[in-house]
Antibody, heavy 117, light 110 residues
Framework: QVQLVESGGGVVQPGKSLRLSCAASGFTFSDYPMHWVRQAPDKGLEWVAVISSDGSIEYYGDSVKGRFTISRDISTLYLQMNSLRVEDTAVYYC????????????WGQGTLVTVSS | QSVLTQPPSVSAAPGQKVTISCSGSNSNIGDYYVSWYQQLPGAAPKLLIYDNNKRPSGIPDRFSGSKSGTSATLGITGLQTGDEADYYCGAWDSSLSAGVFGTGTNVAVL
């Protein structure tokens, strides 16, 4: 049973940092690329970043490039978020990818990040 | 700003059919497979269609997908109240080197 459980969300001031985690279980984590997708309140889905199965390749959306860093270890996906802005407020989902450019077949339940002074 | 364009909403009576369009460009839909995701109220998105027209295990055949050129379409037949949700198309974009989603379509069952 594939499970993805996000954690680390919360309220943070603009300009500060936060690190999200996504604990994976039920599959061979090192075989799959992993993605972060976010959804601002009452808005649509926005793709954030992807990391290859071996961690050697990363891509980022324009709105987070240079501020966010995706990484992974043996069973956990991370998103280090620096220089946070009010517009980064969203529910952040981790998702398993079949390939870097392909479908997202399993999603976590999401963790809410609120950037506010 | 979403790269893929969908209608904001569609609606139909129970048992009827709806179609949702997803319009993109050569650098995304034109070059890559399209996926569709269903997001029920208050829930995380769920994969509904992948590789343009394939259904994951457990997804009923009332849901179908197709692609032509730089556009894709999701079809739902035999509409049920449980189908009320937001639907998003998704693909990779080679110009952006990034994933992209559609603007999202809300399906209402009248």
């Amino acid at each position: 049973q594939v499970q993805l459980v996000e954690s680390g969300g919360g309220v943070v001031q603009p300009g500060k940092s936060l690190r999200l985690s996504c604990a994976a279980s039920g599959f061979t984590f090192s075989d799959y690329p992993m993605h972060w997708v976010r959804q601002a309140p009452d808005k649509g889905l926005e793709w954030v970043a992807v990391i290859s199965s071996d961690g050697s390749i990363e891509y980022y959306g324009d709105s987070v490039k240079g501020r966010f860093t995706i990484s992974r270890d043996i069973s956990t996906l991370y998103l280090q978020m620096n220089s946070l802005r009010v517009e980064d407020t969203a529910v952040y989902y981790c998702a398993r990818g079949k390939s870097i450019t392909g479908l997202l077949d399993y999603w976590g339940q999401g963790t809410l990040v609120t950037v506010s002074s | 700003q979403s790269v893929l364009t969908q209608p904001p909403s569609v609606s139909a009576a129970p048992g009827q059919k709806v179609t949702i369009s997803c319009s993109g460009s050569n650098s995304n839909i034109g070059d890559y497979y399209v996926s569709w995701y269903q997001q029920l109220p208050g829930a995380a998105p769920k994969l509904l269609i992948y590789d343009n027209n394939k259904r994951p295990s457990g997804i009923p055949d009332r849901f179908s997908g197709s692609k032509s050129g730089t556009s894709a379409t999701l079809g739902i037949t035999g509409l049920q109240t449980g189908d009320e949700a937001d639907y998003y198309c998704g693909a990779w974009d080679s110009s952006l080197s990034a994933g992209v989603f559609g603007t999202g379509t809300n399906v209402a069952v009248l």
